[in-house]
């Protein structure tokens, strides 16, 4: 959790603490901490753990994003647009390498198009992203399913962007290449993917 200002998150539990009518010893009472470790987290001194968060965050009626500082984009989706720009946006991300797969007709039965990360790519955050994406198909199913609640689910979703949070990510819009240096790599690439499949024959 390097990315975090923990004087400015310190000043959020102390806040929030007061506006609850508790005194630090009791807040410690409540988190089984000892009365200087609430203290050196409200100073910032010393790093607030996710689940110590979380856990404050239920105590005092906040959301663990809260506490940390971590602003959801206020962005409103009014238009299929805004959700293709977002995926746009992907291709910016240092770290992250994905896959477009398309099934359609006549070469399957179904037209499906999916975004895919491979867990065990060298992509530093692709396996964040899977991990994530199995998370999450597992909360959507248990709601679906009726085994968990609205409320549950939205705190599975606060919980995870806070635990995310300090993972800073780069943009970096792609290169532009100029006409010999496209054409160099265009024949480097299929060098690399048909002149395997030659030499393997």
């Known amino acids: 959790m390097d990315n975090f200002d923990y004087p400015a998150i310190g000043q ?3 806040q929030l603490r007061k506006r609850k009518g508790l005194n630090q010893t009791e807040l410690a009472q409540m988190l089984k901490k000892s009365l200087r470790t609430v203290q050196k987290y409200e100073t910032g001194e010393i790093e607030v753990s996710i689940a110590v968060v ?12 809260y506490i940390l500082g971590y602003e959801s ?3 409103q989706i009014r238009t299929l647009a805004d959700v293709m ?4 946006k992907l291709e910016t991300v240092e770290g992250i390498d994905f896959k477009i797969n398309v099934q359609k007709p ?5 037209w499906e198009c999916s975004i895919s990360f491979d867990g065990k790519s060298t992509a530093e955050f692709n396996a964040d992203m899977c991990l994530f994406l199995e998370q999450w198909e597992d909360e959507r199913s248990e709601l679906r399913a009726y085994n968990s609640t609205q409320a549950a689910y939205k705190r599975w979703k606060e919980q995870t962007l806070a635990y995310y949070a300090a993972n800073a990510v780069k943009c970096t819009e792609p290169e532009e290449l100029d006409r010999d240096e496209l054409i160099a790599r265009r024949t480097e690439l299929l060098e690399k ?3 395997n499949n030659e030499s393997n024959e």
Do not use: H, M, V, W
């Open 73 to 75: 984009s206020t962005t």
């Open 54 to 65: 979380n856990q404050i965050a239920d105590l005092l009626d906040t959301t663990s994003t």
């Open 193 to 195: 993917e048909y002149g």
């Open 106 to 110: 006549p070469r399957s039965k179904q």
């Open 12 to 14: 959020r539990i102390k």
């Open 85 to 88: 720009d977002f995926l746009f």
